[in-house]
């Protein structure tokens, strides 16, 4: 599949935040993009037919799952997840060009991001009041209309898409690592994206919606979701378990979103398509028998 | 195991949330309770030893887990969970002795009870203007010192806890089971609780710590978490699974939260503490050997 200045992606906003700088390099410079003031905003965009593709955060290696991204998975059913992007989180101290770090009395950032940089701040700017902003872009854009003496806690790009701001410091954050993953959304399932290779099994991906509807009908000796786990193909491994409130009017009903892999002993042999998503689909029918509800939310 | 004043309970506070609710109603009026600032608070409460027990909130049937509770749990690894408490939660429009629906402006509450009780909002106070607090407690105490145009979304309790507050309407949230579930924490496993009786295996629960050390190095066909899940007991089965960042320097390195209740086929067998316990043990053995760390983290 080929992008084309015809190819909407819709991103969580404004231009300059890490999700933008995620899709940007996966999509490149034809692609059109559509920077939505929040997450479920993405998911609206997708199903609307606003745009044809998707990037929202998923996970931070420090913060954990974006609650945001997994309740709007179960919302839009019909979204669908064909692949991921994982970025290193790398912060930068911006201000406006010429500014010098004795200059700097505030400090805005995401509130994640002063979080992560705290020790940067209490080190170098110690008499610097912190401000928290909505996102590490948002504070770059702010930069513009305040005195010299602020400063913005954000990504490299928010310097090259604000004019009048430069880098001062790059790498701010905890010496820890620090990534961010990414899910790409298509409003279908099959829907093709752009870069995806013959794939052998055991680099394919998938994610699984499980809820249990009838636990006490189950009769297997490891009952609840254990029991869906395991009619896992031996050629899958779970990678991720993600459990939110089923919200289908039963108390402590959960949905489970499973994220499983490949595990074929024998990596080199790429197989088609439709061979991993048959895997994915013989799973759902057989835990569909064990009383659950479930379905393929993803293949990548 | 008998509570005393010398009893002493932290909690999320002011007094008037729905952790005090439960907390009071688990604990009697006998104890005394801790109101702290937040949840992590209560964790270093209970390990500097100023508190006996900790009530937190574990999960709500609408919002899902904890996240904070979740992470404490990790931070504070020598907590022990020792039970947990279901809340039902029913919200209540709290205003200053007299005041009526019609002289209503302004509703103060926790953005989560503003959210449930929206609808009610709209149909009745459509005229209103909402602020967002840092609990629904707080919410309460702060009607004091506002105008009586002013009305609070909180607990029943916080109409008798501040004086010239009264219950203008009750059960005013979203019509859906909504209920939040507490857990009781004590800062050693083995502290006993108050009524726990000799309860059989059937009825027993448990919390588990999976973190997937050395993923390579399973010989497992299931891989992963899944692996580490079939060592556990016929005898138990998975109730929860809540993941979250192991931060132990190792990116997208997980840890398990794993709840389990035990699945005996005879429940009215009653089983002495000590086998239970065998059986949380006996699993973290086994996942050890697997090459996962792991420990018990609750048992009740």
């Known amino acids: 599949m080929q992008v084309t200045r015809q190819t909407k992606v819709g991103l969580l906003g404004p231009f300059g935040t890490y999700s933008h700088e995620v899709a940007s390099g ?8 559509h920077a939505v003031a929040n997450i ?6 997708l199903a609307a037919g606003q745009v044809d593709y998707g990037v929202v955060p998923q996970e931070n290696t420090i913060f954990g799952s974006v609650i ?6 179960r919302l ?21 060009t010429g500014v010098q770090l004795g200059d700097i009395v505030e400090v805005l950032s995401h509130e994640q991001a002063l979080g992560q940089c705290a020790n940067f701040v209490r080190q170098h700017l110690p008499n610097a009041s912190t401000q928290a ?3 590490t872009a948002a504070a770059a854009r702010m930069l513009l209309d305040r005195p010299p003496t602020s400063a913005a806690i954000s990504s490299r790009a928010c310097a090259n898409i604000y004019d009048g701001l430069e880098v001062l410091r790059e790498g701010i954050q905890r010496d820890e690592a620090n990534f961010t993953r990414f899910y790409v959304l298509t409003r279908r399932r099959n829907v093709p994206i752009p870069s995806l290779p013959d794939t052998p099994n055991s680099r394919r991906k998938g994610l699984l919606r499980i809820i249990n509807k009838s636990p006490t009908s189950l009769s297997s000796s490891q009952g609840d979701i254990l029991a869906a786990l395991n ?8 990678v991720r378990i993600d459990r939110r409130p089923a919200q289908e009017g039963v108390p402590f009903q959960d949905l489970y979103f499973t994220e499983v892999q490949g595990s074929n002993p024998s990596p080199s ?15 759902v029918s057989k835990v569909k028998k064990l009383g659950f509800e479930a379905s393929v939310m993803g293949s990548w």
Chains 1, 2 share one sequence.
């Open 26 to 33: 996966f999509f490149g410079g034809e692609a059109h993009y």
């Open 40 to 45: 479920q905003g993405v998911f609206q965009s």
């Open 68 to 73: 945001e991204t997994y309740d709007s998975l």
């Open 76 to 96: 839009y059913g019909d979204t669908f997840v064909r692949g991921e992007l994982i970025l290193p989180v790398d912060h930068c101290l911006l201000v406006k």
């Open 133 to 135: 902003t909505a996102s």
């Open 231 to 238: 009619q896992l193909s031996t050629e899958m491994e779970v």
């Open 269 to 283: 042999a790429p197989v088609l398509e439709g061979v991993w998503d048959e895997l994915l689909d013989s799973f």
